[in-house]
C-alpha cells in the first residue's frame, strides 16, 4: 500500500466527513444553540421584567399602604368628631329634659300653694264665722251674716 494513496484518501475521506457534518449535523446543533441561546435571553429579559414588576408592586403596595393609613386616620377623625358631636347633642338634651322637668316641678308648686292659700282662706273664713257666731249669738240674723262672711272671705 501506498502512504500517499493512503493519506490521499483519507484526506477525501475527511471532506466528505466535514461536508456531510456541515451539512447535516451541524445545522441542527447551530439551531438547538440558537433556540438554547434564544431561551436564556427570553429567561433573562423576562427576570429583568419581573424584577422591574415586583420593584413596582413595592412601590404601589407602600402606596397603597400609604392611602390605607391616611384613611384610617381620616376615619378616626370623623369617628372623634361624631363622638364629639353626640356626646354636645346628649348634653343639650339632658339640659333641655332638666329645663322641661324644673319648669313642670315649679308649675306644680305653684298651684299647690295656690290650693294651701285657698284652703287657708276657706279655714279662717271658718274660724272668723266661729268666732263671730260665738261673739254674736245674742243678735243673730243668718242672710246679713252669710253676706257679710262672703265680703270677708273675699277679702282675704
Request: proline share 1%; charged share 30%.
Amino acid at each position: 500500500m501506498n502512504i500517499n494513496a493512503t493519506l490521499l484518501g483519507q484526506t477525501i475521506m475527511f471532506v466528505m466527513f466535514v461536508w456531510f457534518c456541515m451539512k447535516y449535523i451541524w445545522p441542527p446543533i447551530t439551531n438547538a444553540m440558537g433556540e438554547r441561546a434564544k431561551k436564556i435571553a427570553d429567561g433573562l429579559a423576562a427576570g429583568e421584567r419581573g424584577k422591574n414588576e415586583l420593584e413596582l408592586a413595592t412601590k404601589r403596595s407602600v402606596e397603597i399602604l400609604h392611602d390605607a393609613k391616611h384613611k384610617a386616620a381620616e376615619i378616626i377623625a370623623q369617628a372623634e368628631s361624631r363622638a364629639g358631636q353626640i356626646i354636645d347633642e346628649a348634653k343639650t338634651g339632658a339640659k333641655q329634659e332638666s329645663e322641661r322637668i324644673l319648669t313642670g316641678a315649679k308649675a306644680e308648686i305653684d298651684q299647690e300653694v295656690y290650693r294651701a292659700r285657698e284652703a287657708l282662706r276657706d279655714q279662717v273664713a271658718a274660724l272668723a264665722v266661729a268666732g263671730a257666731e260665738k261673739i254674736l249669738r245674742a243678735e243673730v240674723n243668718a242672710a246679713k251674716h252669710a253676706e257679710l262672711l262672703k265680703t270677708i272671705q273675699a277679702e282675704l
